[in-house]
């Protein structure tokens, strides 16, 4: 039998007193019963017995004691300036690179804390970083959003010719895609980036090339290849003919090179440099339209340096675990890393190989880095902007 509402607010007068002073694990019962009497929604019947006879919710709560802020302007600050350096990634990525960091900056005189700051800085945690540069990530919120979004990686490729089972629990094995830098007009020809991403370790490499042509596409490829800090031992690309051609396959026959693509269609067959094409090359270098070859030399510079921040200093989170239950989808992350300390601590890197990434490592100033990843971004912003000048005169 159904109460009526005046029998349903009779009930709730009665209770709600009990129910605000009880202790936590009476609460539930008084809950339990309260629902299943009046049929309300649990949550909906918790929201009237605390607010009762209150006018505002604010005044039945107990008033909040003043507390100091911990963190605060002594810590916002040097925060606020490392965040901008590591081009405003999140905190549960930021998190893990501070103390290297900081260590990184003071020792090429970059930045100086007192001791106190540096010992809130190490014990504050990613969802107080997110907290507290909620304000200032409003400011830098991209307006524009990428056609291509990151997935899961589905590993039914058709094979071209195997020499080696793909594993992704070694580095060597690459995932390879271009980025056309057309500024939405397709016709004629315009450079291209070949993006390669290392499906273990994230580590990522970026070339400029003149247009889709398959002998500069190669040629690319090859430059890349040598400064890979592993071997490389199998590529994985879409079907354009950019890759899906003789050269190409008789290179990796050679070469004893894994070859394989993706399927028509499914971009996420190749998700990890989908991934990067957004978050590295357009974030570097932008949705304009570059065609000269002033420009091709400027980018290409811009991504000797982009290399080395990314890969040194830039950490990312890699999926774990995945599993479903029902239809909840659960998904379990790594502690976020560098490429870079992924390579060094996985012990799959001849020794030689990990003593130079760790000699270069030691050479490298992060706040250089970004000074002249930026003043070669402006560079070519100006070229980009000129030659609209030149076009519309």
Not at 44 to 52: D, F, K, T, V
Not at 112 to 131: G, P
Not at 294 to 317: D, I, K, S, V
Request: hydrophobic share 30%.
């Amino acid at each position: 039998m159904r109460l009526t509402m005046q029998e349903r607010k009779a009930v709730t007068k009665a209770l709600s007193l009990r129910y605000r002073t009880a202790r936590k694990k009476f609460k539930r019962h008084i809950l339990d019963d309260f629902a299943a009497v009046t049929g309300y929604n649990r949550n909906y019947a918790a929201r009237l017995l605390h607010g009762h006879g209150c006018r505002r919710r604010k005044r039945c709560s107990a008033p909040r004691r003043g507390r100091a802020c911990f963190y605060d302007g002594g810590v916002y600050s040097p925060l606020r300036q490392l965040w901008e350096l590591m081009d405003y990634i999140c905190g549960k990525r930021l998190k893990p690179a501070l103390p290297e960091l900081i260590n990184k900056l003071e020792e090429h005189g970059e930045l100086y804390l007192d001791d106190s700051v540096k010992a809130k800085l190490s014990r504050i945690s990613a969802a107080t970083i997110d907290r507290l540069l909620k304000t200032e990530r409003e400011k830098f919120q991209l307006k524009g959003r990428s056609g291509t979004k990151p997935g899961t990686l589905l590993k039914y490729q058709i094979p071209i010719r195997t020499f080696a089972q793909w594993d992704e629990n070694r580095p060597g094995f690459m995932e390879i895609d271009l980025v056309g830098h057309e500024g939405g007009n397709p016709r004629g020809d315009f450079i291209q980036t070949l993006d390669m991403t290392d499906v273990h370790s994230g580590w990522t490499e970026t070339q400029g090339v003149k247009n889709k042509a398959q002998v500069h596409v190669f040629a690319s490829l090859k430059i890349i290849e040598k400064r890979l800090p592993f071997k490389l031992l199998g590529i994985d690309s879409d079907n354009g003919s950019e890759f899906i051609n003789a050269q190409l396959v008789r290179y990796c026959e050679e070469n004893k090179l894994t070859f394989t693509r993706g399927r028509t269609s499914h971009k996420n067959d190749n998700c990890y440099v989908e991934q990067k094409n957004y978050s590295v090359v357009r974030r570097a270098v932008g949705y304009a339209r570059y065609e000269s070859d002033y420009e091709l030399a400027t980018m290409n510079e811009l991504y000797r340096h982009l290399r080395l921040y990314t890969n040194y200093f830039q950490p990312t989170m890699k999926l774990a675990e995945k599993r479903r239950d029902g239809a909840q989808v659960y998904k379990r992350y790594e502690t976020a890393q560098t490429p870079y300390a992924r390579l060094t601590n996985s012990g799959k890197l001849e020794l030689w190989r990990t003593e130079k990434l760790r000699a270069e490592y030691g050479k490298l100033n992060p706040a250089q880095l970004k000074r002249d990843i930026t003043r070669l971004q402006n560079r070519l912003l100006g070229l980009s902007a000129r030659r609209k000048r030149s076009n519309y005169e």
